[in-house]
């Protein structure tokens, strides 16, 4: 993957945990349960399928971009 696509992908997952995640982390951390509002964001956006193999409905993302998701939901 170019260097430029990975910028711009983490730049959408960046967006991504700010708008759909960030607001939803205090409230689940306090009440010590799942943060059903994030997974469904999650859901939404595609990100869900993001590892999966394209050949079983996945993205077919490699490790590195699975990181950088991870990277920016746990930043938040």
Do not use: H, Q
């Amino acid at each position: 993957m170019l260097l430029e696509e990975r910028r711009e992908l983490r730049e959408t997952f960046r967006k991504f945990a700010e708008r759909e995640i960030a607001p939803n982390a205090a409230a689940a951390d306090l009440d010590e349960a799942y943060p059903w509002d994030s997974f469904r964001a999650y859901r939404d956006w595609g990100f869900v399928r993001l590892g999966f193999p394209e050949e079983y409905g996945g993205d077919g993302a490699d490790a590195v971009t699975c990181a950088m998701l991870v990277e920016e939901v746990a930043r938040v």
